[in-house]
């Protein structure tokens, strides 16, 4: 099974992030700033950690049919972050682009949190909604005003040229405040909907998907332990995030994709396991099916899990397996 060693070692080395940037303007006042004490996390590869991802993942395809769930269908990080001194990380095929569907609704959670914590933007009881409403329920038309608000930007009919750019260059604003964090490989300037994008939304997309959102379950990862850990932003804005993240598995629902008990949170249904905490966000199309999740357990376990599905959306048993085998194999690691 492939996977991408060298990430590890690599990846924030880079001071750049991939992303379609149709024209360089001036700096905006409003610009998404880096902390000045921000450091960016070093992770170190753990063989352990690798060994129980690859087994894991392993095990699930090999349940199914040869050939129904190919490997290159799947993405999966895992990090330890049970020592905040000792960052443990495993992943496979954790560099590979993939359309995120609603899981980039956490990077604009973030990117928000450091405006508001830059005094940039004033929480209004609108905006707070919309907040919530992007995370809890997944809202896509929230998402549309918080990064409307995010970049100054709004839909519309197709723009000439000179003006797309300048629209464009605004857009890409959250882009330029992970590159500045040393985030790569990402994209993340596109508003989610619930059918398709038109007019700026569809130029901006290039029309043909060319600039369609973009994540991997690395960077993902990455900053759901920046959360976890209260070093992406104030501690007190990231139990804020934290607290709309936060999924009760044992909820009474009838709905299979609740993000509390449609992804990562079967696993601890079906496991019925207990003094379990969970928080995530999870996505799905009519292609894909993803969660990140972080998960503390009553015994001392701390970890991010991250996996990306592609053509298997209505697949609700391959995520919380995988997770599942991860719980088990961490808690007999420990013994």
């Known amino acids: 099974m492939h996977r991408s060693t060298g990430f590890v070692l690599s990846v924030f080395l880079f001071a750049t992030c991939i992303f379609t940037s149709v024209s360089i303007g001036q700096k905006s006042s409003a610009e998404i700033s880096r902390p000045v004490n921000y450091a960016v996390p070093v992770f170190r590869g753990s063989i352990e950690l690798q060994t129980i991802l690859d087994s894991s993942v392993q095990e699930v395809l090999n349940s199914y049919s040869a050939g129904s769930f190919k490997a290159d269908e799947i993405a999966a990080t895992l990090i330890d972050v049970t020592s905040s001194s000792d960052l443990k990380w495993a992943d496979v095929h954790g560099e590979k682009r993939i359309y995120p569907a609603s899981v980039v609704k956490m990077f604009y959670m973030a990117a ?4 508001l914590e830059d005094k940039k933007i004033t929480l209004s009881k609108e905006m707070e909604r919309g907040l919530r409403d992007m995370i809890v329920d997944s809202s896509n038309e929230a998402t549309q005003y918080i990064l409307d608000v995010l970049t100054e930007t709004s839909s519309g009919a197709e723009l000439p040229q000179k003006e797309f750019e300048k629209w464009q260059y605004k857009r890409n ?18 508003k989610t909907h619930c059918e398709d994008a038109y007019g700026v939304e569809q130029q901006s997309r290039n029309y043909k ?6 994540l991997t379950t690395n960077a993902t990862a990455r900053l759901l332990a920046e ?12 139990d804020a995030m934290l607290a709309l993240m936060k999924r009760d598995p044992f909820r009474k629902t009838n709905d299979t994709d609740d993000q509390s008990t449609g992804f990562t949170g079967k696993a601890i249904i079906d496991g019925k396991l207990q003094g379990v905490s969970l928080w995530s966000k999870a996505g799905w199309t009519s292609r894909s099916r993803h969660d990140a999740a972080y998960i503390e357990t009553s015994d001392g376990l701390k970890f991010v899990l991250v996996i990306f599905t592609e053509n298997h959306a209505n697949d609700r048993e391959a995520i919380p397996a995988i997770a599942a085998k991860i719980i ?8």
């Open 112 to 115: 928000l949190q450091r405006q």
């Open 173 to 190: 604003r959250v882009n330029r405040f992970f590159s500045s964090l040393r985030y790569q490989n990402i994209n993340v300037n596109q």
């Open 209 to 214: 998907g060319e600039n369609r959102n973009m």
């Open 227 to 238: 959360i976890a850990l209260r070093r992406f932003v104030s501690p007190e804005r990231s």
């Open 328 to 335: 088990r194999k961490l808690k007999e690691s420990k013994t």
